[in-house]
T-cell receptor, first 113, second 114 residues
Framework: EAEVAQSPRYKITEKSQAVAFWCDPI?????LYWYRQILGQGPELLVQ????????DSQLPKDRFSAERLKGVDSTLKIQPAELGDSAMYLCASSPGGAGIQYFGAGTRLSVL | AQSVTQPDIHITVSEGASLELRCNYS??????LFWYVQSPGQGLQLLLKYFSGDTLVQGIKGFEAEFKRSQSSFNLRKPSVHWSDAAEYFC????????????FGTGTLLAVQP
């Protein structure tokens, strides 16, 4: 069964450092999402791509976060500089689009010290 | 604005007992509704979804949910809980069409007693 791949699974960094997360969606899925899940809360959308174009990044803290999906396939989410409040699970999901189901990866757990 | 409320933060049930997890949503039109399950340190797995039609939907692992428009609810049920069902459960709502951002509730953590 096809899965959404994410790496790394865990990342520990110090504040003010740069971090990057990678996501490889299910093959053929045009829509890709990055969610952030703070401990004890539900996931919240950071950015949504349709192919290589950003559809929604209204909740992305653009002063420190960036996301790209250059060839419309895999994607990278970057934080620079990391802050203590960025400690969370970062989940990637993909969907064939429209009202399709979103399939989630296992996530990257970020701890900022 | 769309929102999802899961009023129960933590629920404990005995193995073999029945389960109902509550979910209320706020949305102007008929929403697309989902239940996801998350095991510790893992991503989310879809249990079931409601888009239209029959208001009682069946999902994986023996779960079902009922959409009640009059109550703006989409409660998750299981007749007999297994120890492996211990996890966190999230209700979510989305608009259909090209922008199907999911709005999640805060989750309900389920513990199962032997």
């Amino acid at each position: 069964e096809a899965e959404v791949a994410q790496s790394p699974r865990y990342k520990i960094t110090e504040k003010s450092q740069a971090v990057a997360f990678w996501c490889d969606p299910i093959s053929g899925h045009a829509t890709l999402y990055w969610y952030r899940q703070i401990l004890g809360q539900g996931p919240e959308l950071l950015v949504q791509f349709q192919d290589e174009s950003v559809v929604d990044d209204s909740q992305l803290p653009k002063d420190r976060f960036s996301a790209e999906r250059l060839k419309g396939v895999d994607s990278t989410l970057k934080i620079q500089p990391a802050e203590l409040g960025d400690s969370a699970m970062y989940l990637c999901a993909s969907s064939p689009g429209g009202a399709g189901i979103q399939y989630f990866g296992a996530g990257t757990r970020l701890s900022v010290l | 604005a769309q929102s999802v409320t899961q009023p129960d933060i933590h629920i404990t049930v005995s193995e073999g007992a029945s389960l109902e997890l509550r979910c209320n949503y706020s949305y102007g039109a008929t929403p697309y509704l989902f239940w996801y399950v998350q095991s510790p340190g893992q991503g989310l797995q879809l249990l079931l979804k409601y888009f239209s039609g029959d208001t009682l939907v069946q999902g994986i692992k023996g779960f079902e949910a009922e959409f009640k428009r009059s109550q703006s609810s989409f409660n998750l049920r299981k007749p007999s809980v297994h120890w492996s069902d211990a996890a966190e459960y999230f209700c979510a709502v989305a608009r259909g069409g090209a922008t199907n951002k999911l709005i999640f509730g805060t989750g309900t953590l389920l513990a199962v007693q032997p």
